[in-house]
């Protein structure tokens, strides 16, 4: 197995960016509305300070101010009311992003290429898909709008300021000069500490995703404290990166504001020297020094808006990695057959012929130059030691894995002219490890057969010997399953009862290795030996009851399939198979 992936890949600052705006491009039509609707409410703001100098000098000159209030009136309207209907588009728009990207992730999940999201960190995966989705949310949304409207205001509040005093504007604007350059030296560095906090975060998820699945064995061995140092490590880290990153951008805002504080002050001295000098008017010094204030809120827009967009970048960057796994199959992918039905009833079910795969070309090949032919009914069992290539096989039949080199047939077609639904609808699978789904005993069932009566569903628990113990619980078939609802046995009889409603043309079952007790055994025993009257059933065998009694036994050997026979027959001439068995012997207590 390869090592999961971890996101700590190193950024490439170009490509981050593209990948951000290729997440912003879907919207850019409601973003573009929310901008305008930002910059509209900015120039409606802006004329407030400018009306209030004219209020002020109409009270002077003793002339009627109704016109200018109304005004201010209007300004005010036509500000709140921008604002109102950007906070809406954007709130929705911003929804809708995170909505899009966890469909877009849930999918990439749930029809990507099986190793490849087995090959990664789950609790990282969906970190990736709850924390980072918000954070990319406010940078598409509001991050970017805050910048243009913020921008607008710095544009808008410059014009104003230099039609009352272009001496004061250009003195203001040298020391907001001084100021960005502080504040875009240190932003940059509060951007990296948020992303490596967000990869901590990630980090933080997988560890405890682990943690919560190996509870008993970390109890057992008495490793909490190493196991959630772990875990605290990772929190740790975030934590530490969260205050870096919140130390420098507080610092950043407090000489933004603390600057433009003492810059308004001095302001307000020279302007009343120039009043004093009568080069202005006292409005006038009164609507500059009010834009002078203002002048922060768009400055500090503009450092928030750039950590929003750090953020965003940093989680873009995140969620494109987990993007970054294939689909098993493109969206279109049409059947180059119209039927699987069987064409003749003298073709294989199934057919491997001079199969080779690999999981990943770099670790070499664990099957190689395979040919195994189902029939359409009858019990092959599939034997040979760990890491023969046994699970990789039935890897290969259910299309988790492709062929390198060779071809898998359906029915005599084969697997490149069926489409994975096509090839997966003839099959059920037990799993070694009993796959619990989320939910009650009835989403377990339903799930193989959507459309399945409570008598079906009751039906295939008898025939698992399960009817009474699920009768026994609470809600009976309307149980959650949590934890310990089910014994192990009674999660393998369940995984079992699911794959029989499933009616399939081929069942694979890979054997519990662990001690399983009577009725457990009895249910996988009967529900071979009824499945393969009419149907094939493909085992990994892990118990000689099971072996002696399959039709046909594949003895597989690194990859290879060794020989080939029934039980007597490999006995009597294979001795990795007699190996095998009196292992099995022993281990089965016989
Ligand atoms: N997801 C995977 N990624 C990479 N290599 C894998 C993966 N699964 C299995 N392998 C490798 O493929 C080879 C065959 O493994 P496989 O699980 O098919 O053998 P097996 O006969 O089923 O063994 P066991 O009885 O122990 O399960 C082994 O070398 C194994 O390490």
Redesign the pocket.
Known sequence: ??NPKTSATPANPERTWRTFLSFMRPYRAMISVGAVLGVIATVANLWFPRLTEYVIDALATGRSTTGYLVAAGIVTLVGLAGLLGQFIVLGRTGETVVFDVRAALVKRILRGSV?EV??RSSGDLVSRATADAPLLQLAVSTGFVSFVTAIAGVIGTIVFMGVIDGVMLGITLAAVAVLAVFMGLLMPRAGRERALAQDAVGALGGELDGTIKALRTIKSLGAEDSRGQAALDSAHKARKHGIAAMVTETLAFEIGLGGMAIVTVVMLGFGAWRVSEGHLSIAALVAFIMYAMNFTMPLMEVASGFQTIQQGLAASKRIAEAEEIPFEESDDAAPATSSTAPARGDVPILELRGVTA???PR?GD??TGLDLTIPRTGHVA?V????????????LLLRF?APRAGQILLDGVSYDDLTFAQVRERFAYVE?EPTVLPGTVRDNLVAAKPDATDAELHDVLAAVHLDSDVASLPDGLDTTLIGATMTGGGRQRLALARALLRNPDVLLL?EP?SQIAGSTEDAIHEAIAATAAHRAVVT?A?REETVRHADTIVV?EA?RVRATGTHAELLATDALYQELMSNLRINDGA
Do not use: W
């Open positions: 197995m390869s190793p087995l090959s690999a999981y990943n670790d664990v099957v599939l040979g030691p760990s890491g023969a290539g046994k699970t990789s096989t039935m890897s894995l070694q890979d290795t990994i892990h597989m990859g």
